[in-house]
């Protein structure tokens, strides 16, 4: 009796013993959450598919290799509509899933309409997509992995004073103002010519024969055109119609291929800057690319890489926290002193702003190449 008690005591043992092991490794391996709120459906949500696209593609690999210290990553993805509502609702929704970072969003405006609300609720915001300086310098829950509109204005009077330009027209699209009107003031701030900014809201009737009029008026050397890559590409076509031979100039709001099959003939020898170069020389991004294409059927565009390497830095800095927290992840994002990227090193200076180059890209034969760097 004594024998069979003992060894149904020791069987309960063993069985309890497993249990709590088991329970042990289900903590283990419990999932570390990414969120990602982007356009998806609202006016331009093109874009916000090559940012998932890219997204998704870097949380199969890194899981494929076996996760963050054990444990795999999990994308939540909400689509903000590009509205103030739905920006506020897919953040919401996301804190609320206990994400201790978001990727977002798309636009500047949809950015500092999320920030507020993101890090007040103890979660990073972190993007590859907004370059406003009302965002910089701050000492906060935000890092971002594209340079500001300081470095973009520098770049651009560079350009300008290089080419000889003494009068330039501006096209801002006032459905971004935060970024459009930014950087039209950060350019000033280094360029001693002429500038001629020209409104209009690519989210309302667009009446093209009184913008293109009023773009040719002061007879600019150089057109830029502050627009998403629909606007620039219509843009581009209007003005050569109308016989402009000056330069065209844009962002890499624009830098994707639906550039080239919007604006055609029209975008050849149009320049774009940017801090991403349109092929890089390294094997992972020719990993990267192929597996796009065979992926999702599309080419890599600036925005997929963007999106990728954004997944890649977020996870080389979880590695180093004992809990992925924001707090956790704001530290180590200080701490590792360079990132070493599909698109190159990448440093963030103490606010969690990025120090990377700016290179002039053009459009020659239908294809995008990298002129070289300008800052």
């Given amino acids: 009796m004594h024998k069979q008690r003992g060894a149904l005591l020791l069987l309960l043992i063993l069985l309890i013993s497993q249990i709590l092991f088991l329970a042990g490794c289900d903590r283990r391996k419990e999932p570390i959450k990414i969120g990602l709120s982007i356009n998806l459906s609202g006016h331009g949500g093109t874009a916000g598919e090559y940012i998932r696209d890219g997204a998704m593609l870097a949380v199969e690999d890194i899981n494929k290799k076996g996760g963050i210290n054990g444990h795999p990553l999990s994308l939540l993805i909400k689509d903000d509509k590009n509205t103030d509502e739905g920006i506020l609702q897919a953040d919401r929704e996301l804190i609320a899933e206990g994400v201790p970072v978001i990727i977002g969003h798309t636009y500047s405006e949809a950015t500092l309409m999320a920030y507020p ?223 070493d990227g599909v698109m190159g090193p990448v440093r963030f200076d103490a606010f969690g702003d990025v120090i990377r180059p700016i290179f002039e890209v053009r459009i020659k034969n239908g294809t995008f190449f990298n002129a070289g760097q300008i800052l």
């Fill in 117 to 339: 609300y993101v890090t007040s609720h103890n979660t990073l915001l972190f993007t590859s997509f907004t370059g406003t300086t009302q965002l910089s310098g701050k000492d906060d829950l935000f890092f971002r992995t594209c340079v500001d509109n300081s470095t973009y204005g520098r770049a651009l009077s560079a350009l300008l004073g290089k080419r000889g330009i003494k009068t330039v027209s501006f096209l801002l699209d006032m459905s971004n103002p935060s970024f459009a009107t930014d950087y039209v003031e950060q350019t000033r701030n280094y360029y001693d010519g002429h500038i001629a900014p020209i409104q209009f809201n690519s989210q309302k009737t667009t009446d093209w024969k009184k913008i293109i009029e009023a773009l040719l008026d002061p007879r600019p050397d150089a057109i830029m055109l502050l627009t998403e890559v629909t606007m620039t590409g219509v843009a581009a076509q209007k003005l050569r119609a109308q016989g402009f031979k000056g330069d065209l100039i844009a962002t890499l709001w624009a830098q994707t291929p639906d550039l080239i099959r919007y604006g055609g003939k029209a975008v050849e020898d149009l320049t774009i800057i940017t801090f991403i170069s349109p092929r890089y020389q390294n094997p992972h991004y020719e990993v990267i690319s192929k597996q796009v294409q065979e992926r999702f059927n599309k080419p890599v565009t600036a925005r997929t890489v963007r999106a990728y390497e954004a997944i890649q830095i977020l996870t080389e800095a979880c590695k180093q926290c004992k809990e992925c927290t924001a707090q956790e992840l704001k530290k180590a994002l200080l701490e590792i002193a360079r990132f």
